[in-house]
């Protein structure tokens, strides 16, 4: 499951990078918004985390469960079948949250009238702070 927190990092900074480059020559606001301080700090964030740690356990007790009632290959296609509805979960967890975010930082981009919203890593320098903002609407 860290990875699936891992790719969502890179997505953000994938959706940083591209809004740097379409806002590049404008002169709009940029506000920026520190994705670590999000993650540990916004309770919908954590509820993603919780829902995605129960389905884990709840497929590793199911699994537990089927070892002993299967024989090993059979028991091999159920820890595969396992392994992908985690990913399959994850993935639509992952999609959800990115759906969130964007929702939020659209509503906080035209509340502080800047122009794109950007992971703070991506601007040197600068830009309108909305970490504070995102986390009260990731109630």
Known sequence: ?????????????MLALTGMLAGCGGKDNVGVVDMSRV???????QQY???TEDKQKSIEKELQ?????MSAEDFQKKQQQAQQELNI?????????????????GDIAKD????IIVVKEAVPSGGIDVTDDLIAKLQ
């Open 1 to 13: 499951m860290k990875k699936v927190w891992k790719r969502l990092g890179i997505v953000a900074a």
């Open 112 to 115: 502080k009238n800047v122009g």
């Open 89 to 105: 979960f994850g993935a639509s967890m992952q999609r959800q949250f990115m759906s969130d975010i964007q929702s939020k930082l």
């Open 65 to 69: 469960d089927a070892q002993q009632s």
């Open 49 to 51: 985390k919780q829902k």
């Open 39 to 45: 993650q540990k700090e916004a309770p919908l964030v």
